[in-house]
């Protein structure tokens, strides 16, 4: 009688425990990565989230001729004009300290909104105006209800009087809640209601541009003439060892390699996207290298030989069909590569990108800053607002690194040729 | 002036420099001088001999079949006589061999040259992943053949006529050249070949990947294109050597044992070797 069940003895039963073992380790290793994973994205969000509101608060100023001269907009004093028109909403505060208390609730921007309001609009001359200007960071915590009022007053960052203030605002409609466009339209500050994250976008973006336009064609350069025409010997073994040495080496290293021989000697300006492109090009180079050598590799060697039995010189056979057939391969690596660049602080802090850029930079030229210092920085600042600015930085550089991967795979499912 | 018309073949296929103009080659009357000559042919990788001695004689106009057990030189050989060999670092030649009577391992040859006018078709069909238009032309292109767009779909044409693949694709030369079956990929790798205008034709078992229906096609076409093109074949079924062949070489551990009419070499090998091996004994 043949038994072909479990019971037929060669140890299946202890096979198959051991089998299913691994399994469930396998599925608990993915469980627990997906776990933190949600977390991270959760806090991240939650934390970020509140930054598409901006509370906005509702001033009545005076723009009568007699307090702005509509020939000369620029020359008024539009910060006494805010001040006026919120001591008039308040007449019950008197005290200096309270005084202070009252003008701290607006932006200290507030002044320079009304004054391009005016300017913008200059039929709103002539009488008195109710305009919405950026609430303070603190009274936009309040009114986006992050204060917690259970607290005892001193461990508040917003006071019992302002709290009553700013009730009263809300209550006549004075206090609202509106889309944050200046988050994405306004360069860095020093007050986080208006500071903005355009500047060190602007600053990745330039940044990357030169990191791509040096590393992708001397990358792929190198992959092709090492893959393809270098003679085989100890040298090129030697250059291969120490390429892939390059890739591991700490990105900071190169920051200071950049320091000293592009800002050092070479003297070019510091804190500018061509410096921070160049120190992240040199970066990345190595990582394309190898994966367009891998890409390259992988094309079936019977197209070079088709075309150079036709007659083709080496370099027409690479360039019209190994290199299109690569392609795909070494775009990936490439748009690998920017994604790691993208994320990069530590090179950047050493070639003086960690300045704090209020413009928005135009040329590769220009000072500026990039996306994960941004994130460096206001994570680091006092101010409880930054918090949300923070999170709400990250969770732009999450989308971009997320979108380029998205570009790579595009990419890669156009470009593929079946063979 | 067409290479194929002196009676001298000295220096008359010009290896050096640009490849001859493509003219569809006439037909002449065969001549008794071998045009592909080898002689002490011996081909190394690194430390390894792999070819010994080599004397062979390949007449022009014929189709001439190596013959021989796996491993034995007769592949190694056939990539001798358009320095395919070269790719490969390690790979060395020492001796002569001459097509035309123009040394072809001579430092003044350019191998580009040499490639453009012995052309190869190999053992797995190798279409490039392109258009099987573009296929075609893409030698037409690099060597600057053809002078006008009419001109070059003529060419296309009559090389796909060549090949015995114009009736079937005609209507879809746009389309990828692996959109097509095994048996026409290999006639358009012909095509392909054919339309540069080589003189002589290398196939590295060019039937090994096909079926028998497509295989028979792939015969008749080479059947056909012999009066036109030297052609040099290898092939492990030695049914086909006989069917197609003029002139059989029997090769054997690296040395070539026997050479003749292919008719001569089937029904009354010289060799004890080569009677094993057509009988099955060895190999």
């Known amino acids: ?220 350069g190198a992959a092709i003439y090492l893959e393809e025409f270098a003679p085989k010997n100890r040298m090129s073994d030697l250059i291969e060892v120490n390429i892939n040495n390059l890739a591991a080496v700490p990105s900071i290293v190169f920051g200071l390699l950049g320091l000293s021989i592009f800002l050092g000697y070479m003297g070019l300006p510091r804190s500018t996207p061509l410096v921070g492109g160049m120190v992240l090009a040199l970066m990345t180079l190595p990582t394309i290298i190898i994966a367009s050598r891998a890409a390259l590799r992988s094309v079936p060697p019977s197209f070079k030989e088709a075309a150079l039995a036709l007659g083709a010189t080496p370099v027409q056979a690479i360039f019209h069909h190994v290199l299109p057939v690569a392609m795909p391969g070494m775009l990936t690596g490439a748009i690998v590569g920017m994604a790691q660049a993208l994320g990069e602080t530590a090179p950047l802090l050493m070639i003086g990108m960690v300045a704090f850029i209020v413009d928005v930079p135009t040329s590769v030229l220009e000072p500026a800053t990039a996306l994960p210092v941004q994130i460096f920085l206001w994570a680091d600042a006092p101010e409880r607002a930054f918090t949300e600015k923070t999170a709400a930085a990250i969770i732009v550089l999450l989308t971009f690194l997320i979108l380029m991967n998205l570009i790579a795979i595009l990419l890669r499912r156009k470009l593929e040729t079946r063979f | 002036m067409d290479q194929t018309l002196i009676q001298t073949p000295v220096a008359d296929a010009n290896f050096v420099g640009q490849p001859a103009t493509p003219t569809p080659p006439e037909k002449v009357s065969e001549m008794e001088q071998s045009f592909i000559q080898a002689r002490k042919a011996n081909v190394f990788y690194g430390e390894k001999q792999a070819l010994f001695d080599i004397n062979l004689d390949i007449e022009e106009k014929r189709v001439t079949a190596l013959i021989g057990p796996s491993g034995c030189g007769k592949s190694t050989f056939l990539r001798a006589i358009n320095r395919m060999n070269d790719l490969i670092p390690i790979c060395r030649f020492d001796g002569n061999l001459t097509i035309a009577g123009q040394e072809i391992y001579d430092p003044a040859v350019d191998v580009v040259a040499l490639r453009a006018q012995v052309g190869m078709v190999f053992q797995k069909p190798n279409p490039f992943p392109k258009s099987i238009f573009e296929n075609v032309a893409y030698g037409l292109k690099i060597h600057g053949m053809t002078s006008s767009k009419t001109e070059m779909a003529d060419r296309v044409e009559w090389s796909l006529k060549s090949a015995g693949l114009w009736d079937e694709v005609h209507d879809r030369l746009d389309q990828p050249g692996n959109s097509l079956s095994g048996g026409q990929q290999q006639r358009l790798c012909i095509a392909r070949t054919v339309a540069v205008a080589p003189k002589v034709i290398l196939m590295d078992e060019p039937c090994s990947a096909l079926d028998p229906i497509a295989t028979a096609k792939v015969e008749d076409l080479i059947d056909s294109l012999r009066k036109d093109y030297t052609i040099v074949i290898v092939t492990h079924s030695m049914q086909q050597a006989a069917r197609i062949s003029q002139r059989t070489a029997f090769f054997h551990l690296g040395k070539l044992i026997e050479v003749g009419a292919t008719k001569d070499v089937f029904t009354n090998p010289r060799e004890e070797q080569t009677q094993n091996y057509i009988t099955g004994r060895i190999g």
């Open chain 1, 1 to 220: 009688m043949i038994n072909f069940t479990q019971e037929a003895g060669f140890g299946l039963r202890r096979r198959k425990r051991a089998e299913a073992r691994f399994q469930w380790a396998g599925r608990g290793a993915i469980l627990i990565s997906l776990a933190f994973l949600v977390i991270m994205f959760a806090s991240i969000i939650g934390n970020g989230a509140g930054v598409i509101w901006q509370s906005q608060i509702a001033v009545t100023v005076d723009l009568s001729a007699e307090e702005i001269d509509p020939e000369n907009i620029g020359d008024a004093s539009f910060n006494s004009l805010v001040k006026k028109g919120l001591r008039d909403a308040f007449p019950e505060v008197e005290k200096r300290k309270e005084k202070k208390r009252l003008y701290g609730l607006v932006s200290t921007e507030a002044a320079f909104e009304v004054e391009r309001q005016i300017q913008a609009n200059p039929e709103l001359l002539g009488g008195m105006q109710t305009l919405w200007v950026t609430a303070s960071d603190d009274a936009d915590l309040y009114i986006s209800g992050q204060v917690d009022t259970d607290l005892p007053e001193v461990k508040r960052r917003v006071s019992d009087a302002e709290i009553a203030m700013l009730d009263k605002l809300l209550e006549e409609g004075l206090a609202r809640e509106t889309f944050n466009r200046g988050f994405f339209t306004n360069g860095d500050s020093r007050e986080p209601e208006i500071a903005g994250i355009l500047s060190s976008l602007m600053g990745s973006a330039l940044t990357l541009l030169v990191c791509f336009a040096l590393s992708f064609p001397l990358g792929i």
